[in-house]
């Protein structure tokens, strides 16, 4: 196996000349550079990442502790961030908690242990004693916290209450009188944002907020599933039913058309997230959007600019990075004022 001594020998140059031109540390001679690079080429050399990791303090690397990667509005942020750090030469280390605090301090010893240069840490809610792990470590990190905040972390503030009433109001603007909603569970921050959202775009318009045609569950599409299948049993339906995110709104379309009801003629349904596959849904899925491009991206610059400050020795304040929700309409809501 060819050593850094063989590609300075091959190209004529020192070892220190080789290593300035293979980590970009120094200005080299732009023919003395390709003299490097044909030796590089040559002999087929690949320079230890952990060799190099040590002499440049710097592994290129990042890890992501995230709830679970199976969530499609996670999923996707993943997907934003994985593409940002490809563009700028990073690894990307992942790993699912499934929100378990023993998960997250396994996890913050692997990153810590393969040298990441920083650490993106993005849960929906934290669990009792998880800020407490995050905030010991040593890292440059970004903790993105959508939950009660600690002070020390940064906070995402998606103003889940304006997308809750955007998409009622939307309904009512339709018409819709007799509106339904399957929340997710209402002790989660998002969940709740979302249901005030609900409460004050019918209370507004004056209309009937019955207690039966309010059901919370897990962020899933067997949790809406469940809960509209429960909604069915009722004498008295409504017209249409906001849903807590577009992964609840597949499971609600599913039990509607088992009963023999169709989207939008029977029941109207509306989403919230605007996940990738929801425009493929059967109807399209009315829903609010956020972006999980935007997001991740944002996420990814405060981290860069933590790494950079970790290395500089000067400290950073936690940011806030605001996310706007926009209805984006489809085909799963009917309008009443047509009739």
């Known amino acids: 196996m060819a050593t850094i001594k063989d590609v300075a020998k091959m190209a004529g140059v020192s070892t220190t000349t080789v290593?300035?031109?293979?980590?970009?540390?120094?200005?080299?001679?732009?023919?003395?550079?390709?003299?490097?690079?044909?030796?590089?080429?040559?002999?087929?050399?690949?320079?230890?990442?952990?060799?190099?990791?040590?002499?440049?303090?710097?592994?290129?690397?990042i890890g992501m502790i995230i709830t679970t990667s199976e969530a499609p509005y996670f999923a996707e942020i993943v997907l934003a961030v994985?593409?940002?750090?490809?563009?700028?030469?990073?690894?990307?280390?992942?790993?699912?908690?499934?929100?378990?605090?023993?998960?997250?301090?396994?996890?913050?010893?692997?990153?810590?242990?393969?040298?990441?240069?920083?650490?993106?840490?993005?849960?929906?809610?934290?669990?009792e004693g998880s800020l407490t792990l995050l905030n010991r470590v040593n890292v440059p990190m970004v903790v993105m916290d959508w939950g009660p905040n600690d002070g020390k972390s940064d906070r995402i503030l998606d103003h889940s209450f304006d997308g809750g009433y955007l998409a009622t109001r939307y309904l009512i603007d339709n018409g819709h009188k007799d509106?339904?909603?399957?929340?997710?569970?209402?002790?989660?921050?998002?969940?709740?944002?979302?249901?005030?959202?609900?409460?004050?775009?019918m209370t507004e318009a004056g209309l009937l907020i019955r207690k039966e045609?309010?059901?919370?569950?897990?962020?899933?599409?067997?949790?809406?599933?469940?809960?509209?299948?429960?909604?069915?049993?009722?004498?008295?339906?409504?017209?249409?039913?906001?849903?807590?995110?577009?992964?609840?709104?597949?499971?609600?379309?599913s039990a509607i058309t088992e009963k023999g009801l169709h989207v939008p003629q029977d029941i109207s349904v509306i989403g919230y997230d605007n996940i990738h596959s929801s425009r493929f849904y059967a109807p399209p899925l009315t829903t609010i959007h956020q972006s999980k491009t935007r997001l991740g991206q944002m996420a990814m610059e405060v981290l860069l600019e933590r790494i950079k400050a970790h290395a500089d020795d000067s400290k950073s304040e936690p940011k806030v990075l605001e996310i706007y929700p926009e209805l984006v309409v489809r085909s799963s809501v009917k309008n009443l004022n047509q009739q």
């Not at 003395?32 to 710097?58: D, E, F, G």
């Open 19 to 61: 290593s300035h031109v293979l980590n970009k540390t120094r200005f080299v001679a732009e023919d003395t550079t390709q003299a490097v690079w044909n030796a590089v080429q040559a002999l087929n050399y690949s320079p230890s990442a952990v060799a190099r990791s040590l002499k440049i303090n710097t592994t290129k690397s």
């Open 82 to 127: 994985e593409e940002y750090c490809y563009r700028l030469g990073y690894s990307l280390f992942l790993c699912n908690t499934q929100n378990e605090s023993e998960k997250i301090q396994n996890h913050l010893d692997m990153l810590i242990n393969k040298r990441v240069d920083g650490i993106l840490v993005m849960c929906s809610e934290y669990v």
């Open 179 to 201: 509106i339904a909603i399957i929340a997710g569970d209402l002790y989660k921050t998002i969940a709740k944002a979302r249901y005030e959202g609900f409460v004050k775009a």
């Open 213 to 253: 045609w309010i059901f919370e569950n897990d962020f899933e599409p067997e949790g809406g599933y469940e809960s509209a299948n429960n909604l069915l049993k009722l004498d008295h339906l409504p017209t249409a039913i906001v849903c807590g995110c577009d992964a609840m709104a597949l499971g609600v379309i």
